[in-house]
């Protein structure tokens, strides 16, 4: 019952920018829009998360939509070590409730 | 870094047993989670808990199911009677807040029930 939209998975060339998409058309006005991802079978890593307006730290930036229904993620220079399962999640109260993902492949 | 441990690694039980997985959250983190994976399948939220209390569970998160926070560092999550389907990853997480907060993932215990 994920609120969230990803395409399964995606390529990206090493040293280029990674641009994930996210669909959240049914987004509620105080639910946020987190980002983690997975390497392997490791634990999920926080990302980036935001509200309303575009965010940027040190691993990624989130760019969100006006209307809010769509965000992307962006990883501005993949290395191989960002090959992972990316996840987009809505959620107000930080239960989070994962989908199936991006599969990112960097390749060299 | 502050970072989630869990213990043990590796769990391997028998259908019917009970299993007590542990784990130690960030010190000064207020909110704590599980979470599961079953082999190939997505991450799933099984509870979380603040102030001695279940905030919120999920609908797998059954009468097998307990948490406990027994001291002010360990978070336990205990299956009473283990079943073949319980074999999975199981996640702790930790955050400070819980709305707008980032969680902090434990590395996982992998439980095997034969």
């Known amino acids: 019952d994920a609120k969230t939209t990803q395409p399964p998975s995606m390529d990206c060339a090493e040293g280029r920018a990674a641009n994930l998409p996210c669909n959240h058309s049914t987004i509620s006005g105080n639910e946020y829009v987190y980002w983690y991802r997975q390497i392997h079978s490791q634990g999920p890593q926080y990302i980036i998360h935001?509200?309303?307006n575009n965010e940027t730290n040190e691993m990624a930036s989130l760019i969100i939509t006006e209307d809010r229904k769509s965000s992307t993620l962006i990883l501005p220079h993949a290395t191989l070590r960002d090959t992972a399962v990316y996840y987009c999640?809505?959620?107000?109260?930080?239960?989070?409730?994962f989908g199936a993902g991006t599969r990112l492949t960097v390749k060299p | 870094e502050p970072e989630v441990t869990q213990t043990p690694s590796h769990q391997v039980t028998q259908m019917g047993q009970e299993v007590i997985l542990r784990c130690v959250p960030i010190s000064n983190h207020l909110y704590f989670y599980w979470y599961r994976q079953i082999l190939g399948q997505k991450v799933e939220f099984l509870v979380s808990?603040?102030?001695?209390?279940?905030?919120?569970k999920s609908e797998i998160f059954d009468d097998q199911f307990s948490v406990e926070r027994p001291d002010g560092s360990n978070f336990t999550l205990k299956i009473r009677s283990t079943k073949l389907e319980d074999s999975a990853m199981y996640f702790c997480?930790?955050?400070?807040?819980?709305?707008?907060?980032?969680?902090?993932f434990g590395p996982g215990t992998r439980l095997t029930v034969t």
């Open positions: 808990f603040y102030n001695n209390e279940i905030s919120e």
């Open positions: 999640i809505v959620d107000l109260n930080n239960d989070m409730r």
């Open positions: 997480a930790s955050s400070v807040d819980r709305r707008s907060n980032e969680q902090y």
């Open positions: 935001g509200l309303k």
